[in-house]
């Protein structure tokens, strides 16, 4: 299987910085990427790594290291707008993705 | 960015009628589209890929006789949850590739079905 693993849920503050760590087997990857999805939506496009290292657009970065399977997506100025589910997503041949069970994040005032 | 338009949004039905959900490519050609389907607090699990004018691909674990894919044109596809059941009833979604288009939004979404099964 794909074996990716991030934390099912997580809380943070209005105004704080939160990162959401995924793991995830190395063979047949393809691109690694991020989403939100709030729930009986569809999931929103956040970031796609497949280099090593950290890209950053706006409040949202994300991080990429590829001999250690792992993953994290930092989200800074946390707003209350930001509470929904975080999906992490392995992509292999073909641009199927596999998705990790996804962290749900709630922001607190 | 591309748009994928899915429908219905949501559907209804009693067990053992099928179910169709139509999946189309508005502005842009979609050579493979993926389907999705999503339980309650779950993830997003792949179901099958498909492929313009060829056979669908399915995941292991997918019976494909119950889940009749067709993708006849470049811009649309079906996925047909045949004498469903409740168990059957999840979130639906479809997703599909524009390969001309040079983003890393490598796949484009559409909106979700949620079928429920009586």
């Known amino acids: 299987g794909q074996n990716i693993d991030q934390p099912t849920e997580m809380t943070a503050t209005e105004g704080a910085i939160v990162q959401i760590n995924c793991t995830y087997q190395?063979?047949?990857?393809?691109?690694l990427f991020w989403y939100q999805q709030h729930a009986g939506e569809a999931p929103t496009f956040l970031s796609y790594n497949v280099l090593d290292g950290l890209e950053e657009k706006g409040r949202f970065s994300s991080f990429l290291s590829r001999s250690k399977g792992y993953s994290y997506l930092l989200l800074k100025e946390l707003q209350m707008k930001d509470s929904a589910s975080y999906l992490c997503?392995?992509?292999?041949?073909?641009?199927?993705?596999?998705f990790g069970k996804g962290t749900s994040l709630l922001v607190t005032p | 960015g591309a748009v994928v338009s899915q429908h219905p949004s949501w559907v209804i039905c009693k067990s053992g009628t099928s179910v169709k959900i139509e999946c189309r490519s508005l502005?842009?050609?979609?050579?493979?589209m993926f389907w999705y389907r999503q339980f309650p607090k779950q993830s997003l699990m792949l179901m099958a890929t498909?492929?313009?004018?060829?056979?669908?691909?399915?995941e292991q674990g997918v019976e494909k006789d119950k889940f009749l894919i067709n993708h006849a044109s470049l811009t649309l596809s079906t996925l047909t949850v045949t004498s469903a059941h409740p168990e059957d009833s999840s979130f639906y979604i479809c997703s599909a590739t524009d390969r001309v288009r040079a983003t890393n939004e490598k796949l484009f979404f559409g909106s979700g079905t949620q079928l429920s099964v009586l």
């Open positions: 190395t063979s047949g990857f393809n691109g």
């Open positions: 502005d842009f050609q979609a050579t493979t």
């Open positions: 997503a392995k992509g292999h041949s073909g641009y199927a993705l596999n």
């Open positions: 498909s492929n313009e004018g060829s056979k669908a691909t399915y």
